[in-house]
Structure formats: C-alpha cells, structure tokens
C-alpha cells in the first residue's frame, strides 16, 4: 500500500544549528500531516500539523512546509538544543472508508552534538 | 489534564497466550486508535473505534480484535501470540468529529515481548 518515507535515517547536528528533516509521501489524497518526536521508551509527542490547503506553518522553533507538487514536507527545527534529540517521523492522514488512520514512515533520528 | 494513559506499561506473555491492553482517552475525546510499533519502525495501524464502534481496521489478523466502551476506553486484544506480536502497542485519542482532520494523541504504550 501507500505510505510515507523519509530520506535521512539520521541526521546528526551541533547545538544551535538549525536541523532539516525531511519527509516524502505517495498518497495524493492525504490532506493532513502531522510530525511527531519520540524520545526513548515513550509514546510519540505531537510536534506540529498542517493541513493540505497550506504550505507552511510554523509554531515555537518549528516550522513545517508541504510541497504537494512533489509530494515533499520537511520540518525545521531552529536553534537545536540537546533535548531535540529524539526519533522524528511524518505522518499523513487522508479519509480511508470512513476512518481516518494516520499512515507512518520509518522515521528520522535526530542526533544533537552538544 | 491527564493524557492518553495505558496499561500495563511492560507484559511479558508466551507463545499461544492471550493478552489484554487497556488504554483511557483524554477527557472529551470520543475516538480511540490503535498502533503497533516494531522497534525501529514507525507505528502501524491496527484499530480505530469511535462512540463504541469500529471505524476501521488495518492489516492485521483476525488475532487482534478491540473493543470501546461507553466511557470512551478502550481494550485491545490479541489471541494465539507469535514471537512477531512483541512490539510497542500506543493508543492515540482524538475528539472524533467525523472526517475531520483532527490531531491524534499517543499514550506512552505498552511494551509486549512475547517469548
């Protein structure tokens, strides 16, 4: 079936760097995305979400862009600290027969040199 | 407020056993999915419910079977267990309007090794 891929299984930064992690997705119907961070032994933490009628959002930090054209979102991170450092995965979500199940990719690992 | 809660946190079962994980919602939210994460891998869909009734299911066995109750709480069940059930199950809640694009919200799971 379809699903989400991401490019870089993991990508390792100095602190206060700004860190890009980027997603690709296949299902032209998806028309909600959302990024998670999951730290050790924990359930995913929502980050932040955009909607297909979009193409960037940003929120404290963090700023997601969707390109529908070529199927892309990344999430960048701004002035990455020790604590971002985590397992970050994109998530795509579209209306499947009355559910709307979110579909994951393998996920990105985050490494912050300090 | 509380988040999405479960449990147990850790199981440790045998092969052909049975098991039952219990996750509550956030208060207000009315829908329950449920994940299964291989280590090293995002999580997959297994089950989602809302007001007591099964939304729709992933590619899962007949093995797995969930229910909701009128509380919005949720049981997961999977029979016959295989080596390959050992995963991190997480329960997610939602406010459940219907079709709407809304944020799921995952429970810290619980961690089933079956041996």
């Known amino acids: 079936g379809e699903s989400v891929g991401l490019h870089l299984p993991t990508l390792s930064v100095q602190e206060g760097d700004n860190s890009i992690i980027n997603c690709a997705y296949s299902?032209?119907?998806?028309?909600?995305f959302i990024w998670y961070k999951q730290e050790s032994g924990k359930g995913p933490q929502f980050i932040i979400d955009?909607?297909?009628?979009?193409d960037k959002r940003q929120g404290q930090r963090v700023t997601v862009l969707l390109n529908k054209t070529v199927k892309h979102l990344s999430l960048q991170i701004a002035a990455t600290q020790p604590g971002d450092s985590a397992v970050y995965f994109c998530?795509?979500?579209?209306?499947?027969?009355?559910?709307?199940?979110?579909?994951f990719g393998s996920g990105t690992r985050l490494q912050v040199q300090p | 407020d509380a988040g999405v809660t479960q449990s147990p946190t850790h199981l440790i079962k045998t092969r052909g056993q049975q098991v039952t994980l219990r996750c509550s919602p956030i208060?207000?939210?009315?829908?329950v999915s449920w994940y299964q994460q291989v280590l090293g891998q995002g999580p997959q869909f297994i089950f989602q419910?809302?007001?007591?009734?099964?939304?729709g299911r992933g590619n899962f066995p007949d093995r797995f079977s969930a229910r909701q109750f009128p509380n919005y709480s949720s049981e997961l069940n999977v029979n016959a267990l295989l080596l390959g059930d050992s995963a991190l199950y997480l329960c997610?809640?939602?406010?459940?309007?219907?079709?709407?694009?809304?944020?799921?919200?995952f429970g810290p799971g619980t961690r089933l090794l079956v041996l």
């Open positions: 997610a809640s939602s406010i459940g309007t219907v079709g709407g694009q809304e944020t799921q919200y």
């Open positions: 998530a795509e979500n579209f209306m499947d027969t009355g559910r709307r199940a979110l579909t």
């Open positions: 419910y809302y007001e007591k009734e099964e939304r």
């Open positions: 955009i909607r297909s009628n979009m």
């Open positions: 299902n032209s119907a998806s028309d909600y």
């Open positions: 208060s207000g939210h009315k829908s």
